[in-house]
């Protein structure tokens, strides 16, 4: 059986994650493979569905119903896109999976890293990236780029200081824990000298 390659990008909001997805999928599509892009929440019609009502509910959500709508979508999204192209033999490029959840759920809303971590697990029958790429980058640094941008923030983006605080110091033990999976760059360097240093790890998990 043919198996892909799962390449994950992860890192706080305005951390310059998408504009770095873009340029690896554009590379990967000249030097001709089959991509697949894809992000959560979302990715899906279903997963469509979940993310306006995980980011922009006007009513409170629960931190464990948060967890389990991002659980829920991630499951159908794994089962009907993520692992059908994996298993084609596709390249599946992602903004956002479940260390996201670990970050953002699991520390930033303090439920518990292990246990947010177990139900991505359960929901995805343990898909775990081949790499994640994580953009590291200082929150209130991420904070001034969306204020620059962005004239709404979604539920997650509205959260305090602190919390992103604790999103960053999540995904760093996260890396820490898992130095073969991820790739932690600083977000503040060129976009250029960050696209080359993804694309050569990338070439290096293709030969
Ligand atoms: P999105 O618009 O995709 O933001 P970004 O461009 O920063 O990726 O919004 C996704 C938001 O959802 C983001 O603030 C992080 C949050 N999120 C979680 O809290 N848990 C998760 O499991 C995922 C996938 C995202």
Same mark, same amino acid.
């Given at each position: 059986?043919?198996?892909?390659?799962?390449?994950?990008?992860?890192?706080?909001?305005?951390?310059?994650?998408?504009?770095?997805?873009?340029?690896?999928?554009?590379?990967?599509? *000249?030097?001709?493979? !089959?991509?697949?892009?894809?992000?959560?929440? @979302?990715?899906?019609?279903?997963? =469509? #569905?979940? &993310?306006? $009502?995980?980011?922009?509910?006007?009513?409170?959500?629960?931190?464990?119903?948060?967890?389990?709508?991002?659980?829920?979508?991630?499951?159908?999204?794994?089962?009907?896109?993520?692992?059908?192209?994996?298993?084609?033999?596709?390249?599946?490029?992602?903004? *956002?999976?479940?260390? !996201?959840?670990?970050?953002?759920?699991?520390? @930033?809303?303090?439920?518990?890293? =292990? #246990?947010? &971590?177990? $139900?991505?697990?359960?929901?995805?029958?343990?898909?775990?990236?081949?790499?994640?790429?994580?953009?590291?980058?200082?929150?209130?640094?991420?904070?001034?780029?969306?204020?620059?941008?962005?004239?709404?923030?979604?539920?997650?983006?509205?959260?305090?200081?602190?919390?992103?605080?604790?999103?960053?110091?999540?995904?760093?033990?996260?890396?820490?824990?898992?130095?073969?999976?991820?790739?932690?760059?600083?977000?503040?360097?060129?976009?250029?000298?960050?696209?080359?240093?993804?694309?050569?790890?990338?070439?290096?998990?293709?030969?």
């Amino acid at each position: 059986m043919t198996t892909g390659l799962f390449i994950t990008f992860e890192g706080g909001d305005g951390s310059g994650k998408s504009t770095q997805l873009s340029l690896l999928v554009d590379w990967l599509e *000249r030097e001709g493979h !089959s991509v697949l892009t894809t992000r959560e929440p @979302g990715g899906t019609e279903l997963g =469509d #569905e979940l &993310r306006e $009502i995980v980011l922009h509910s006007k009513g409170h959500i629960t931190p464990k119903s948060e967890a389990l709508i991002y659980a829920a979508d991630r499951a159908h999204h794994v089962a009907t896109k993520v692992r059908p192209a994996i298993e084609r033999g596709d390249i599946v490029v992602q903004d *956002r999976y479940l260390d !996201s959840s670990v970050a953002y759920q699991g520390v @930033g809303r303090e439920l518990g890293a =292990d #246990e947010i &971590r177990r $139900i991505s697990l359960w929901a995805t029958d343990d898909l775990l990236p081949d790499l994640t790429v994580l953009l590291d980058l200082e929150e209130s640094l991420g904070r001034e780029r969306l204020d620059t941008s962005r004239t709404r923030f979604d539920r997650l983006e509205a959260e305090e200081r602190d919390f992103h605080a604790r999103v960053r110091s999540a995904y760093l033990a996260l890396a820490e824990a898992e130095p073969i999976r991820f790739l932690v760059l600083d977000a503040t360097r060129s976009v250029d000298s960050l696209a080359e240093e993804i694309r050569s790890r990338v070439s290096s998990l293709l030969s």
